[in-house]
């Protein structure tokens, strides 16, 4: 029998497809045991060590195991070194288990019986459990649902997403949502029926999930991210998808052993996200005497070639590689500074190929489209990195004024990124709307940022301010409803799917022709890099080469005149022009960022439903009073 969900009614954008679901089995990670409960995963009051291993709320009496079917087959073939890797750990862990169920029944030695069952208990644990997060999305443990949600497939193109319920079920909200979904087929119930390629199942099949639910453990529930015609099928992913499609096959199979035949993935050729998702533009130094650089689509290679296929592999694994080792020696070694610089580096002048020296062979120079996964993920990285340098600054020499104004130039760098993150992955979610819960992040980092800068001490020190309170609970913009649609949104809980279009194109547009443009300049006044960029909401230079973004360092000190600086060499002193600029600027900045985490927090609501952590989180800070600038 095919494993699959389809939808059992017409439904919009924004609804939940199943109540909350409880499931079979669930297990906390070690590191956990003793801050949470091990049956709902909440966080638990600070207590002394516990003398059990296990905690749980006053409310827990019981739990509940079970199983699943599972693809053990796939799972423990032995085709190739990764592989086999995978099996040996697979056989370890079923012998571990086997030890352990035969200990509880009072037996000396596993045999075949019993390893066949622990073989099909963990190989169904690895194909459907998924990994519980908290709200800060920080890796609890891991749970094994039902088939409401188990047997909804992958799609990099999902149509539905899925968020967590952290309570006990007592505590549960009484207003559960209906099932909205049912198996596309159904064997041994004489009250299913097909209508249209779908089995409703009244009786059978929901009996089931209600009894499933009265259980404990953290509480799923699915909810569609797009229009939804009764009879599609439902579908989330598995998988990043802000990845290139090759990583997203990679990651696929190395988990679940099958290869992902979407629609995006099947089409020929690649989709417009794809293709700049892995976009690398490769250029031949047509002999180091003369340095000229020819773009490689102007050379002899054409794309079925080896020699291009050689070159372009090359250059996906050397920028791969060593984009991965400069965030991962970040992430070790907690130093931001070199990880901006070689960052920068890498998107400013991209990687040569240095593995052959004979002066006769052309050199290739690989650089990163500005919307390659790679490029994305030094953005997020850089946002970061500025970050913590303005926060070591201030917390080691907050005193010294020449810090307290690199500390300011490092928060606005920071602020720049968090917004080219956001704008760049706007544009491929044009293209992709499956992209929605990434896109929620990224504007309500980038409204954070934009919000903190806004609000930072430090302006009253660099210059005299004549600007009046303006609290965040009061900006009302006269060009836009999207405060209004969010706040309504929040309110009731609904929204039709072109009452969000019209918000964002409303958005888009405000921010287009107004906000971005008169920050922008004034963000990424510190960045070599980001000031290649004129506008971040104009597409046009995500289209333009890499190569012609990185100009000469001494093109760019030419264009200083152009943009409006906070300081000059450690020098205050600036012109009556100068002080009006960065006056408002700091207006602009507040009111993009109450536009940016609006919108964030409507796509937060969107995905995970109007009480979710993240969009009353962006609630809160829009309705406190005291997030004003003065």
């Known amino acids: 029998m095919e494993m699959e969900m389809r939808s059992m009614e017409d439904t919009e954008i924004a609804t939940d497809m199943t109540p909350s679901l409880v499931p079979l089995t669930f297990s906390l990670h070690h590191s956990n045991l003793h801050t949470h409960c091990s049956s709902c995963f909440s966080l638990l009051p600070l ?54 169920i035969t200990e509880l029944r009072g037996e000396l030695e596993p045999d075949d019986a019993v390893l066949e069952e622990a073989e099909c208990a963990l190989c169904a644990v690895l194909t459907n459990a998924v990994e519980v997060q908290d709200k800060e999305g920080r890796a609890l443990g891991i749970a094994v649902y039902g088939p409401a949600f188990s047997w909804i497939n ?30 596309s087929s159904f064997r041994g119930s004489p009250d299913s029926r097909i209508d249209s390629g779908l089995c409703t199942i009244t009786n059978h099949f929901q009996k089931e999930e209600e009894e499933q639910n009265q259980g404990y453990g953290p509480r799923l529930i ?33 988990k679940y052993r099958f290869i992902c035949c979407c629609m995006r993935c099947s089409v020929v050729p690649f989709t417009y996200v794809d293709h700049a998702l892995q976009d690398v533009v490769i250029t031949i130094c047509n002999f180091p005497k003369t340095s000229q650089e020819i773009s490689v689509s102007g050379c002899d290679f054409t794309s079925s070639s080896s020699s291009y296929n050689l070159v372009r592999d090359t250059a996906e694994r050397r920028l ?17 500074e070199p990880c901006c610089e070689k960052l920068e ?45 303005a926060s070591d600054i201030l917390s080691t020499t907050s005193t010294i004024y020449q810090n307290q104004l690199e500390a300011f130039d490092m928060s606005r760098t920071s602020a720049a990124y968090s917004l080219l993150l956001a704008t760049t992955a706007h544009h ?48 009302k913009c006269s060009k836009c409803s999207l405060m209004d649609t969010f706040r309504a949104y929040i309110c009731n809980g609904k929204i039709r799917n072109d009452d969000f279009e019209n918000a964002s194109n409303e958005f888009l547009d405000c921010i287009s022709h107004d906000s971005t443009q008169k920050v922008w300049s004034f963000l990424v006044n510190g960045c070599r890099f980001l000031r290649s960029i004129k506008d971040p909401m104009d597409s046009g230079w995500l289209v333009s080469t890499s190569n012609s973004r990185a100009t000469d ?67 809160q800070i829009l309705d406190d009073k005291n997030n004003l600038i003065l």
């Open 47 to 100: 207590s002394p060590i516990p003398i059990t291993p296990f905690l749980y709320c006053p409310s827990v009496t019981s739990s509940r195991v079970a199983g699943l079917l599972s693809n053990r087959h796939k799972l423990t073939c032995h085709n190739n070194s990764d592989e086999d890797e995978v099996s040996e750990r697979i056989s370890s862990g079923v012998r571990a288990l086997a030890t352990a």
């Open 154 to 183: 992958h799609s990099c193109s999902p149509n539905a997403c899925y968020r967590f319920i952290l309570s006990p079920s007592s505590s549960s909200s009484s207003q559960e949502s209906k099932l909205r979904i049912a198996p």
């Open 222 to 254: 699915v909810r569609s991210i797009k229009r939804i015609k009764k009879g599609q099928e439902i579908t989330i992913a598995y998988t990043d998808l802000l990845q290139s499609k090759a990583m997203r096959q990679l990651d696929l199979w190395s």
């Open 320 to 336: 791969n590689d060593s984009v991965d080792d400069i965030i991962s020696e970040y992430l070790m070694a907690g130093d931001p």
């Open 345 to 389: 580096k890498i998107l400013m002048q991209g990687l040569c190929d240095e593995l052959d020296n004979v002066e006769e062979t052309p050199h290739y120079k690989f650089m990163l489209h500005p919307l390659h996964y790679l490029s994305l993920n030094a953005y997020t990285t850089l946002a970061s990195a500025y970050k913590v340098r």
């Open 428 to 475: 491929l979610f044009n293209s992709e709307s499956s992209l929605i819960a990434s896109l929620a992040n990224f504007w309500t980092g980038a409204g954070e940022s934009l919000l903190y800068l806004a609000r930072s001490s430090e302006w009253s020190k660099f210059f005299k301010s004549s600007l009046v309170a303006s609290s965040v609970s009061k900006v």
């Open 553 to 619: 360092p001494g093109a760019l000190a030419k264009k200083k005149s152009e943009v409006c600086y906070l300081h000059e060499s450690g020098n205050s002193i600036q012109t009556c022009e100068e002080q009006t600029c960065n006056e408002n600027a700091r207006v602009h900045i507040f009111e993009l960022g109450v536009h940016c985490l609006a919108y964030g927090g409507l796509l937060a609501a969107i995905c995970y439903g109007h009480h979710s952590h993240l969009a009353s989180y962006v609630e």
